[in-house]
C-alpha cells in the first residue's frame, strides 16, 4: 500500500479585545441586546465612512512582532465582494495584496521536540453579524443580529507546514496561548472569539507537489479542529486509494459524529473581486511606534516556561502546566514569592488549585477565592508544621468559601496539630491495647503494619497528629 503524507495549512481568525468597533465607535461589549450596538457605519448605510481603530492596529502589531513578523509599514485595507446575509454592506473590509504583517512564525513543543509552522501572513479585518436560523424554535424566519459587525479581527494564516492532525492541535494550542499571553483575545474558541479554518491536503510520501485540497470549518474547540482534521485525511486517502480525485470544496464539521460534510464549492480569491477600500487611506506605521510596541512585549509562553524550570528547578512538567496562560504564570510566581519554596507552590497549584479552577465555569484564576498570599500563607504553615498534611487541605478546603486567613481558620476550628506529647501518648496506648493481634504481627517482624497505627492515631485524633511524631512514640513503645 502506498504511503501518504497529510498536508495542512491554518487560517485562524482571532477576535481583538477593542473596547469599540474597528471602523466606528460602538462597543464590542458581548452579550448586548441584539442590534444596539451598531451605527450608519457599521450598518454599511451610504454615505457613512470608516474611521480606523487604533487600538486595534497596536494589537495586530503585538502578535505580528511576537511571532517574528515583518510589520509593513504601508499596508492597504480592501473590500472583499461577497453576499453576506449577516454584513449589510455587501463587503468586508479586509486586507488583500499588502497585509499589516508578514512573515514570523509560531514555535511550540510536540513530543519534547522544538516546532516552527511559518506564517504567510497576519492581516486586519472586520467581522460579520450573526445570523440566529429558527431551527427547533417554531420560527419560521431567521433573525439576524448586527452586533458583531465591525468587530475587529486578525487573521492569522499559516504556511501549509503542518504535517498531522496532533501538530496543528499543538500549534493551535500555542497561537491560543499566544493571544492570551499578548492580552490581544481572550482565546475562546466555544465563544467564537477564536475561529479555525483548516485546509487539509494529501500526497503520497516523496511527491513534492501538493495534492487538492478541502477547507475545513466549523470546530468550535482544539480538539475538535484536531479530530476534523483527522477525519479529512482519513476520508481523502480513501477516495483517493480507491481511484478518486478530491474536489476543491469547504466542508462543515460536525462534532456529534466527527464527521466533515461537504458545504459548497470554494469560492477563488478573483471571484471577490478585491479592490483597495477607496474610504480608507494607506496605513502607516512609523518605525517608533513598531519599537514601542515591540518593548512593551510581556515575556512570552515558551521562554517563561524555559524561566521556571531554570530558575526555580520545577520539572519541565510543571513549567509547562504553570506557563499555560499568563494568569496562572503569575499567580504561581506570587505564590512563590510568599513560600520562598517554588516545588511546594507548584505542587499545591498543580493538585488542588487547578483541580478546583476546572469545577469553575469561567477557567479563570484571577476569580480564584483562594489568592496567592492566601495560598502561600497555608503552604509556609504546612512547612513549618504549624498544621498537618491532612489539615492542611481541610484548610484550603475551607478557604474556598471563608474569606479568613489559614492562621486564623486553624485557631478557629481547633486544627493546630497535636503538640503536647503526653496527650498523643494517651491516645497511642489505646490503640496499643485495642489491637492485640496487630501487635504481635508488628513484633514479629511485620513491620508494614506501622502504617496501620499511624493511621488510626490519625483518626483517632482527626488528622491533627503529627505523623511524624505518632510514628516514632509507636516504635518506642512497640520496642517495649
Ligand atoms: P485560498 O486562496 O484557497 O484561500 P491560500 O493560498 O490563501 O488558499 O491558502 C489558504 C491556506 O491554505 C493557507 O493556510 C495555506 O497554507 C493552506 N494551503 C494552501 N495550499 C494547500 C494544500 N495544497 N494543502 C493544504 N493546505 C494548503
Ligand atoms: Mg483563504
Ligand atoms: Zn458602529
Given at each position: 500500500m502506498r504511503e501518504w503524507e497529510p498536508v495542512i495549512g491554518l487560517e485562524v481568525h482571532a477576535q481583538l479585545l477593542t473596547d469599540s468597533k474597528i471602523f466606528c465607535g460602538c462597543s464590542t461589549r458581548f452579550g448586548q441586546s441584539p442590534n444596539s450596538s451598531t451605527c450608519p457605519v457599521c450598518l454599511g448605510m451610504p454615505g457613512s465612512l470608516p474611521v480606523l481603530n487604533q487600538r486595534a492596529?497596536?494589537?495586530?502589531?503585538?502578535?505580528?512582532?511576537?511571532?517574528?513578523?515583518?510589520?509593513?509599514?504601508?499596508?492597504?485595507?480592501?473590500?472583499?465582494?461577497?453576499?453576506?446575509?449577516?454584513?449589510?454592506?455587501?463587503?468586508q473590509i479586509s486586507q488583500y495584496d499588502r497585509p499589516i504583517g508578514v512573515g514570523g512564525s509560531i514555535t511550540f513543543i510536540l513530543d519534547g521536540q522544538q516546532n516552527s509552522v511559518q506564517l504567510n501572513r497576519i492581516h486586519l479585518e472586520e467581522d460579520a453579524g450573526k445570523s440566529l436560523h429558527p431551527e427547533g424554535s417554531g420560527d419560521d424566519y431567521s433573525r439576524v443580529d448586527l452586533n458583531r459587525c465591525g468587530t475587529p479581527l486578525i487573521e492569522i494564516v499559516s504556511e501549509p507546514d503542518i504535517r498531522s492532525a496532533e501538530e496543528a492541535f499543538a500549534y493551535l494550542h500555542a497561537l491560543k496561548q499566544l493571544v492570551?499571553?499578548?492580552g490581544i483575545c481572550d482565546g475562546n474558541m466555544e465563544q467564537g472569539s477564536l475561529r479555525c479554518d483548516a485546509n487539509v491536503s494529501v500526497r503520497p510520501k516523496g511527491q513534492k507537489e501538493?495534492?487538492?485540497?478541502?477547507?475545513?470549518?466549523?470546530?468550535?474547540?482544539?480538539?475538535?479542529?484536531?479530530?476534523?482534521?483527522?477525519?479529512?485525511?482519513?476520508?481523502?486517502?480513501?477516495?483517493?486509494?480507491?481511484?478518486?480525485?478530491?474536489?476543491?470544496?469547504?466542508?462543515?464539521?460536525?462534532?456529534?459524529?466527527?464527521?466533515?460534510?461537504?458545504?459548497?464549492?470554494?469560492?477563488?480569491?478573483?471571484?471577490?473581486?478585491?479592490?483597495?477600500?477607496p474610504d480608507l487611506v494607506t496605513l502607516e506605521v512609523?518605525?517608533?511606534?513598531?519599537?514601542?510596541?515591540?518593548?512593551?512585549?510581556?515575556?512570552?509562553?515558551?521562554?517563561?516556561?524555559?524561566?521556571?524550570?531554570?530558575?526555580?528547578?520545577?520539572?519541565?512538567?510543571?513549567?509547562?502546566?504553570?506557563s499555560t496562560s499568563r494568569t496562572l504564570a503569575d499567580y504561581f510566581e506570587a505564590t512563590v514569592r510568599v513560600t520562598n519554596n517554588p516545588k511546594a507552590a507548584s505542587n499545591w497549584i498543580m493538585t488542588e488549585v487547578l483541580a478546583r479552577i476546572k469545577d469553575q465555569p469561567s477557567d479563570n484564576i484571577s476569580a480564584f477565592a483562594i489568592t496567592p498570599d492566601r495560598l502561600g500563607s497555608l503552604i509556609k504553615m504546612t512547612l513549618s508544621n504549624q498544621i498537618t498534611g491532612p489539615i492542611a487541605k481541610e484548610v484550603f478546603e475551607a478557604m474556598l468559601t471563608d474569606p479568613a486567613a489559614p492562621e486564623?481558620?486553624?485557631?478557629?476550628?481547633?486544627?493546630?496539630?497535636?503538640?503536647?506529647?503526653?496527650?498523643?501518648?494517651?491516645?497511642?496506648?489505646?490503640?496499643?491495647?485495642?489491637?492485640?493481634?496487630?501487635?504481635?504481627?508488628?513484633k514479629g517482624g511485620h513491620k508494614k503494619l506501622m502504617g496501620f497505627f499511624v493511621g488510626s492515631a490519625m483518626k483517632a485524633t482527626e488528622g491533627k497528629a503529627d505523623p511524624k511524631l505518632a510514628t516514632e512514640l509507636f516504635n518506642r513503645k512497640l520496642a517495649e
Open positions: 492596529v497596536d494589537f495586530a502589531m503585538r502578535m505580528i512582532i511576537a511571532t517574528g513578523g515583518e510589520v509593513a509599514t504601508e499596508s492597504v485595507f480592501a473590500r472583499k465582494n461577497y453576499f453576506y446575509p449577516d454584513l449589510p454592506k455587501g463587503y492570551e499571553y499578548l501538493f495534492g487538492t485540497k478541502t477547507e475545513v470549518k466549523n470546530m468550535n474547540s482544539i480538539r475538535g479542529v484536531q479530530r476534523a482534521i483527522a477525519f479529512e485525511i482519513d476520508r481523502q486517502i480513501a477516495i483517493l486509494e480507491s481511484g478518486g480525485e478530491i474536489q476543491q470544496q469547504t466542508l462543515l464539521y460536525n462534532d456529534s459524529d466527527g464527521k466533515c460534510y461537504p458545504m459548497r464549492s470554494k469560492e477563488e480569491s478573483h471571484d471577490y473581486r478585491y479592490f483597495p477600500d512609523a518605525p517608533d511606534w513598531i519599537a514601542g510596541v515591540k518593548a512593551a512585549l510581556p515575556e512570552l509562553p515558551l521562554k517563561r516556561r524555559a524561566r521556571f524550570v531554570e530558575q526555580y528547578h520545577i520539572p519541565e512538567y510543571d513549567a509547562e502546566v504553570l486564623d481558620i486553624v485557631a478557629a476550628r481547633g486544627l493546630a496539630p497535636i503538640t503536647d506529647t503526653s496527650e498523643l501518648e494517651r491516645i497511642i496506648d489505646k490503640i496499643i491495647e485495642e489491637s492485640p493481634d496487630e501487635v504481635k504481627r508488628f
